[in-house]
């Protein structure tokens, strides 16, 4: 018996660590509940973390480099290639979901510099107001990725100061130039979303509808941007969608939020009959935006239905098929546009951030979509980061048939524990568990030598009695305990408790679509699947431990 532990100290990445490595090791249910509830203490001790967090490693010390160099020592600065990111923090610091951290923009400080040839967009501000700021950095996905921070910061003698006069009239952006990998990358993803597809005639877009992004949230933020200046109207989340993608566009979504929390055919019929009344009072849709399957419910949806009502009523359909990967699902034709997070299992090495959209040439919206984007489209995606995802990818295929095994094989552990009398275990959320499996295998690709069995993805989710069951369970277990999903080894997360329990309101909203608090989201990593159980095992006695002690003639 093999029980697997972590190999790294607190906040420090599972090897291999390297300044780029964004997993960590955050143990401890109390301690993540603490930092949700405000406590960031623990994060002084942090190495390693997701960078969209906040700027880490050298997006940390370039930060403080600049911040010095322009006078402003001590202030906290984050750095974009993009000056839209200028007028968006004005906007996002003040706006009322910041809630108690509101500021005004006036508290901001806002430079333009050029170093190595990168015209650079800085926000200054004090360290006292970073909980008003942390989700503009997070939340567009655009702030500048460890490597690039790398290059200027090895060039920061160039530094530059650039004069303006009103941050919301910055100076023209250079972004970043795109090289060889850029080009290779998209062939890539081209190849891959036309290998095995269900119908080849369906599937008729090339390289150049594949377009490049630093963060699967940049996709996000880029994506529904043009779409709203396209088609202005109200913008739809259906189903559990990643948390940052809904609180996103909670915020912003000038022209109307809908959520509709449930993908099933009563959260459809229910959808349509609101579409068909907003049509009868001549108001419009912008978008739907939909994981395949969703985060952290794995729910899958009826994508042909969802398919003929954008067609009926006009809107842009968006399918992000993150978690499934196109490697395992061919979604493309039953969406406008498809949204991928490249830096989860396409990746796999938890060493870089990337996101794509590919454009669906036989969608009505082509051609209005296509122009746009051309025309409207900058290179933020690093030339040495596009590099790592190009070279990560190659066993791109290899690593999907691992782990597809190793999720299911851990689904399936868990499930089957289900109605034991000493089993704290109530649910397991996973695609081939689910009522809705049917919906998915429709969009499974077909077999091939490279990949004989399409399947469901890395992602799982684990309901247990209670809350009590599922700490104990996750603070024995040995994962690491960490934001992030199909990387290289394990990793789980108390993901609905963190997400969507502070606000009381929300908690119960989200517990409604499926998503509750007494759960603990696996992300399968690469290891042998008998380690996984046995690891499994061994944290299950900890949480039906707990479930004896409170029976009603349980002793302590």
């Known amino acids: 018996m093999v029980v697997l532990r972590t190999q790294s100290d607190f906040g420090h990445a599972p090897p291999p660590q390297t300044p780029y490595s964004i997993i960590s090791n955050l143990p401890g249910w109390n301690m993540l509940q603490g930092v949700r509830d405000g406590d960031m203490s623990p994060f002084a001790k942090v190495v390693h973390v997701y960078p969209r967090f906040g700027p880490t490693q050298f997006a940390a010390q370039l930060g403080q480099e600049v911040a010095k160099r322009l006078g402003h020592e001590g202030k906290s600065c984050m750095l974009y290639l993009n000056p839209i990111m200028w007028p968006f923090t004005a906007g996002h610091v003040q706006n009322k979901a910041r809630e108690e951290a509101a500021i005004t923009p006036d508290k901001l400080t806002f430079k333009c510099i050029d170093v190595a040839g990168h ?8 360290p006292m107001h970073t909980k008003a700021l942390l989700l503009s950095w997070g939340a567009p996905g655009l702030g500048l990725s460890i490597r690039i921070a790398e290059h200027l910061l090895k060039n920061i003698d160039t530094l530059v100061e650039i004069p303006f006069e009103d941050y919301k009239n910055p100076p023209k952006p250079t972004f970043t130039p795109a090289g060889p990998a850029h080009q290779l990358l998209r062939e890539r993803i081209h190849q891959l979303v036309h290998r095995a597809s269900i119908d080849p005639e369906l599937v008729k877009s090339q390289p150049s509808d594949v377009f490049l992004f630093p963060t699967g949230m940049a996709a996000v933020f880029h994506t529904t941007n043009l779409i709203q200046e396209y088609r202005p109207g109200t913008n739809i989340v259906l189903g ?48 739907v935006i939909v994981e395949f399957p969703g985060n952290p419910t794995l729910e899958s949806t009826d994508l042909p239905r969802l398919k003929k009502l954008s067609e009926k009523h006009g809107f842009v359909l968006i399918v992000d098929d993150t978690l499934a990967g196109f490697a395992n699902v061919d979604v493309l034709a039953y969406s406008d546009v498809l949204l991928t997070s490249l830096t989860k299992s396409f990746n796999g090495r938890a060493d870089v951030l990337g996101g794509s959209i590919i454009l669906n040439p036989l969608s009505t919206h082509y051609s209005e979509l296509s122009s746009r984007f051309a025309k409207l489209h900058n290179n933020e995606l690093f030339a040495d980061d596009a590099k790592v995802l190009l070279a990560n990818s190659h066993d791109y295929l290899q690593r999907t048939r691992l782990l597809n095994r190793n999720a299911e094989a851990m689904a399936t552990f868990l499930h089957r524990t289900i109605g034991r009398d000493d089993s704290p275990v109530v649910n397991v959320q996973y695609p081939s568990l689910l009522p809705d499996k049917s919906n998915y295998d429709l969009f499974l690709r077909r077999s091939t030598t490279d990949l004989p069995n399409p399947g469901y993805g890395c992602l799982l989710n684990v309901e247990f009695e209670s809350v009590e069951t599922a700490r104990a369970f996750y603070d024995k277990c040995g994962f690491y305990s960490s934001p992030h999903l199909g990387g290289h080894v394990t990793i789980m997360l108390a993901y609905n408790m963190m997400m969507f329990g ?18 603990i989201r696996l992300s399968a990593g690469l290891e042998d699947a008998e380690d996984l159980i046995d690891t499994l095992k061994d944290a299950l006695d900890a949480a039906i431990e707990v479930k004896k002690k409170a029976a009603p003639n349980g002793t302590e």
């Open 119 to 126: 015209r650079v967009y800085a926000v200054l501000f004090e």
């Open 240 to 287: 559990v969608v990643f948390h940052n993608t809904h609180h996103h566009l909670h915020e912003e979504s000038p022209n109307g939020f809908k959520h509709f929390g449930t993908v099933d055919k009563e959260g459809l019929d229910e959808m349509e009959t609101w579409l068909d009344g907003e049509a009868k009072e001549g108001r419009k849709v912008s978008f």
């Open 502 to 519: 502070k606000k009381a309101g929300e908690r119960e909203a989200f517990r409604g679509f499926g998503a509750i608090e007494e759960s």
